[in-house]
């Protein structure tokens, strides 16, 4: 059993309250959720299942406060995020949310550890970039451009980048997904250690419904709704996956 297994668990890090939200494209509306209720526990790995076009990179952004609700509401532990104005927005996103998107968005003249010193040079209490290269499997990269690098290696990159600033939730939509199976392994082995190792409550956002395997818990997402929540009864390694 994980350590995320654990009574801890029932600590919420964040959650979301019937959440709404509508796009409005000339006479058309959008609605891309449509009430959903969702709770992230602490130190927890989370897959979110399902289609494209379901709401998954919706509900992400607004749990991590680049977007905002049409109605209802997000809480971080203590703090709700939905009644503060765009500074509350923006220390929430510096401080407690790292994200990892499907495309690295690295800066190609940057070092990898440049890269990641991006971040930790406004976090509050930030790693050292090579500690955070060194957990995602990187510490021999440090001087290495995003060009000499594989995908693999920049999105490991976007990743130490993502949990320098020691965040206490991560956000990951789709990280991979520009990649092939055996690379893509590579990437969830490294968010699996940054989730036992740090402790960090970690979300992951895929259509692959192998990845589910590697979570503490996989909530199905379908039409804007959560459709259902199951624990799994132990996480596989995210090295024993295939696809």
Known sequence: MSPSSSAEQQIITLEGRSLTKTYHTGAVDVHALRGVDISLYNGELVVLLGPSGSGKSTLLNILGGLDTPSSGRVR??????????ESVLTRYRR?????????YNLIPSLTASENVSLVTEIAGDPMDPAEALTLVGLG???DHFPAQLSGGEQQRVAIARAIAKRPDVLLCDE?????DSETGIL???AIERVNRELGTTTA???????????????????DGHVVSSERNASRRAA???SW
Not at 95 to 103: A, I
Request: aromatic share 12%; net charge negative; no cysteine.
């Open 175 to 179: 990280p991979t997904g520009a990649l």
């Open 95 to 103: 401080f407690h949310v790292g994200f990892v998107f499907q495309f």
């Open 204 to 222: 992951v956002i895929t259509h692959n419904t192998v990845i589910g395997e590697m979570a503490d818990r996989v909530i199905h997402f379908g």
């Open 239 to 241: 090295g024993e996956l």
């Open 187 to 189: 990437v969830l082995e």
């Open 140 to 142: 021999e990269r440090l």
């Open 76 to 85: 971080f532990r203590d703090t709700e995020i939905t009644d503060g104005d």
